[in-house]
């Protein structure tokens, strides 16, 4: 199962950090299809309802993967992210009106990410590689205190872990983390 998942996620992250919205538009109707450039794991992800597109049809795939987006993919992958719901604010800037509030919640809960040392966890920020890595790794299994996830050098260790993990093998082009 875990081999499974990891070439899962390893596809999802070829794709070039692609934005996922909190819409439901099928493959077929996109209204931006000809800019896809992974149509296939695209089309395969969106049927399966791991990216979804915009509720105006868009699926804007230039645009950057921001982490509540990402907690959707995570979320979609272990469990299926449709039957969750939230009854409190998983972060400060995380209310539970947030179409991203409940995985979230689940990722916080099951350990797969962490916030800020703010309160914050920031989910229309932009997600860097090894930031996404980092949540993937966790959604493995693998605990970020015990691994080294936080603090300085985390993606120095999130890198190692990763390659280590097979995160990075099958892509067309060398992982940038940054």
Known sequence: MKKFLSLVLALVMTMSLVTIGAGATEYKDLTDKKEIQYEEAVAVLNKLGIITGYEDGSFKPTGALTRGAAAKIIVSLMIGADALTVAAAPYKDVPVTNTFAAVISYCKTAGYINGYSDGTFRPTAALTGYAFAKMLLGALGYKGTVEGFSGSGWTMKVASVG???????????????N
């Open 163 to 177: 390659n280590v993990a097979g995160l990075y093998n099958d892509f067309k082009t060398p992982f940038q983390g």
